[in-house]
């Protein structure tokens, strides 16, 4: 996926010593350095958490601290994270779920760390500290790539596709780092496979390390300080390898992703999710059939095979294109028929069409490298071979059930739906992590505003595999009984009831009118899309002729723009679902409301829920006790938690589920709301009882 580290093993050499701990006590100290340097207020809260991890750190430690909001945890991170990886020449690996995090940290929160060292003559030696984002291989543009694409254009492109490698050529004659993100419009997926650093092809062996946008990004890499990622792909490089695929040479050498590395994982309630996403399985109609096109396209005729092969390899393309389209055909009007996502319980639900196709093209890469002599061209047929041979190895896996500790099933996506993945994912993600992240001998901190249930956070350290790590809880410093009310619906209909358009109906009246009675803007949370779609539906009319700005996630701005939008506009009402109840940034009035239309249960229903449902029951547990509802409070607590930002902040929150009146389980849910006091709403009483802050 992605090498950094080419240098030996560092861990036979006894590190310098780290002076975190003592520079943090003096840095984060009442008058200390950082009321001294950068005229920041002294939070007794931020220096409990700076000192923690700075001991933490030293001693190469697991911790797992929750801060609540307000508290400024980057910074007790990030600073005597610094100082650590400059004394002991290691790197710190910084990890968040979120692009806006990840943006803060780049943006505001490293310049700031910055300024501080500058400030204060003790902490110079640390002021020139360096830092990189690590974002994924296939990210850059390999120059490389690109003039042997364009010198093979006949062999590789139709004429459509050349005018699209041409425009990504001039792009990059100005380009400053090659990331495809910053062409627009969007490159051609197919298009950018045969030119991006995401191959064997792409390395210091073929590549000018001054004009390849990779080699070059690779270099700043190598030499930073502080790395910033997020945890999809720091996982997915964990999955690929991690320390001892960059750069670790001995079997006893520690390191997560580099050697010697030492990590802070922010917002990492997502964790286990987001691990279990990624150690797994999951190979799709649409990617197969891509890397099949990548050696030989039938329609266009180009390919790989239209140089290296012939009739024969050129023909075990179009056979295997074939099986594939047969396969998941098969799959898609059989086990797909009724449901979106298909849980498989039982090997062979197919026929294994595509595996003698597969195993003789694997055949047929593997005599076309040994045919030439090493070289860039050799490589890439190798690596098509090894990729071939991926794709086969994970379909046979999936169709035999092949890892008793992976759940299976099917699932299809894509506009028309025509898209097949065939999925399998840990059912239990704590001894994976406990092998590759808790078990690699560096400190690992793990920090966010919801790592507790009922003011525990072992719950959480058993789930990511983390069982001897110390945990710690700070409270937010924020005056939450002061600016914030919170007020619940009564007598809005159940989720489980009959009618459940008329509990849409009445959703509907109680969000249009607690957004209309708020100056500020407000966010409605829903738990699914198609209640998102129907009272948006029901309300955008009467907003738009209100002129109140309205936004819906899914309508073409992205999670950032759309935050964007909310902080210029002050007033504006969005509707989100799954992934705007963490992460999104609104401070002031623009964000004076957030609604909770309903609380956040998972559906029972999806394959990984299910598989572990039935292996709590299998070991004597309460699947709801266990799992759903401790997955709901965290979620419902960060979604809460996009309220208040900043101590100056004031909302309301107001709940719309009666749920937490009628069911025994609803008072935790309350007791989870950083303030306890709460005001019922009814129709008779709202007008009077609903009081925004002035």
């Given at each position: 996926m992605i090498g950094l580290r080419d240098d030996s093993d560092s861990s036979s050499a006894t590190p310098p010593v780290s002076h975190a701990p003592e520079l943090a006590a003096k840095i984060f100290a009442g008058g200390g350095w950082l009321q001294a340097?950068?005229?920041?207020?002294?939070?007794p809260e931020q220096e409990q958490m700076a000192r923690t991890v700075a001991a933490a750190m030293k001693a190469d430690e697991t911790l797992l601290f929750e801060a609540g909001t307000g508290v400024g945890k980057s910074l007790a991170y990030l600073v005597p994270g610094i100082i650590q990886a400059v004394d002991q020449s290691r790197q710190l690996i910084v990890s968040t779920h979120t692009i806006s995090l990840q943006e803060q940290i780049e943006t505001k929160d490293l310049p700031l760390c910055r300024r501080l060292f500058k400030a204060e003559p003790g902490l110079a030696a640390y002021a020139d500290f360096k830092s990189a984002v690590l974002v994924g291989k296939s990210n850059y543009l390999c120059t490389t790539r690109l003039a042997h694409a364009l010198a093979d254009r006949t062999t590789l492109f139709a004429d459509d596709d050349y005018a699209e490698l041409q425009r990504i050529a001039a792009w990059a004659d100005t380009s400053e780092t090659g990331l495809r993100h910053a062409l627009q419009p969007p490159p051609r997926a197919e298009v950018w496979e045969t030119v991006s650093a995401d191959s064997s092809s792409c390395s210091r062996k073929h590549c000018d390390g001054?004009?390849?946008?990779?080699?070059?990004?690779?270099?700043?890499?190598?030499?930073?300080?502080?790395?910033?990622?997020?945890?999809?792909?720091?996982f997915a490089l964990i999955n690929?390898?991690?320390?001892?695929?960059?750069?670790?040479?001995?079997?006893?050498?520690?390191?997560?992703?580099?050697?010697?590395?030492?990590?802070?994982?922010?917002?990492?309630?997502?964790?286990?999710?987001?691990a279990t996403n990624n150690f797994g399985l999951s190979l799709s109609s649409y990617g197969i059939e891509r890397a099949l096109k990548y050696l030989y396209n039938p329609r266009t005729k180009r390919g790989l095979f239209r140089k290296f092969g012939g009739a024969e390899a050129q023909q075990g393309v179009v056979d295997a294109l074939e099986a594939s389209r047969q396969f998941f055909d098969f799959l898609g009007t059989t086990l797909l028929a009724q449901r979106a996502i298909v849980r498989v319980?039982?090997?062979?639900?197919?026929?294994?069409?595509?595996?003698?196709p597969l195993g003789s093209l694997h055949r047929i890469l593997g005599k076309l490298g040994d045919q030439l002599e090493d070289g860039r061209e050799r490589d890439e047929l190798l690596e098509q071979k090894t990729r071939i041979k991926g794709i086969q190895a994970g379909l046979t896996e999936w169709l035999t059930?092949?890892?008793?500790?992976?759940?299976?099933?099917?699932?299809?996506?894509?506009?028309?739906?025509t898209i097949v993945t065939l999925r399998g994912a840990p059912i239990d993600v704590a001894p994976a992590l406990r092998r590759h992240l808790f078990g690699c001998g560096v400190g690992i901190t793990c920090t966010s505003a919801t790592l507790a249930l009922g003011g525990e956070i072992a719950p959480m350290a058993a789930r990511l595999g983390a069982d001897d790590a110390r945990t710690v809880?700070?409270?937010?410093?924020?005056?939450?009984?002061?600016?914030?009310?919170?007020?619940?619906?009564?007598?809005?209909?159940?989720?489980?009831?009959?009618?459940a358009r008329l509990a849409l109906d009445a959703l509907a009246d109680y969000i249009g009118f607690c957004t209309r009675r708020v100056r500020g803007g407000s966010l409605v949370l829903f738990t699914s899309y198609n209640d998102m779609r129907t009272v948006a539906a029901a309300l955008e009319p009467a907003y738009r002729a209100e002129a109140r700005p309205f936004f819906m996630q899914g309508d073409a701005l992205s999670r950032t723009e759309l935050a964007h939008q909310m902080r210029s506009l002050g007033n504006a009402v969005l509707f989100g679902t799954d992934s705007f109840w963490t992460g999104v940034d609104v401070p002031g009035?623009?964000?004076?409301?957030?609604?909770?239309?309903?609380?956040?249960?998972?559906?029972?229903?999806?394959p990984i829920t299910e598989a572990k449902a039935e292996r709590i029951q299998e070991q004597g547990g309460n699947p709801f006790n266990e799992l759903t509802l401790p997955d709901a409070l965290i979620k419902f607590r960060q979604g809460v938690g996009r309220l208040i930002r900043t101590q100056a902040d004031r909302g309301l929150v107001t709940v719309l589920d009666a749920r937490?009146?009628?069911?025994?389980y609803g008072r935790l849910f309350l007791e989870s709301l950083p303030k306890r006091d709460f005001e019922q709403l009814t129709l008779a009483n709202r007008e009077l009882q609903f009081r925004p802050f002035a």
């Open positions: 340097g950068l005229r920041l207020e002294h939070r001054a004009r390849c946008f990779y080699q070059r990004a690779r270099a700043r890499l190598r030499s930073a300080n502080v790395i910033i990622v997020n945890h999809a792909l720091l690929a390898g991690g320390a001892k695929a960059h750069g670790a040479t001995s079997a006893e050498a520690r390191g997560v992703l580099f050697p010697d590395d030492f990590l802070v994982l922010d917002e990492a309630h997502t964790v286990p999710e987001v319980r039982a090997a062979d639900v197919a026929e294994p069409l595509l595996d003698g059930l092949g890892d008793k500790e992976l759940v299976y099933w099917a699932e299809r996506s894509g506009r028309r739906q809880i700070v409270k937010s410093p924020f005056d939450f009984e002061r600016n914030m009310r919170v007020y619940v619906a009564a007598d809005i209909p159940l989720p489980s009831a009959q009618d009035d623009a964000l004076s409301q957030v609604i909770i239309t309903r609380l956040p249960f998972d559906p029972p229903t999806h937490v009146l009628a069911k025994t």
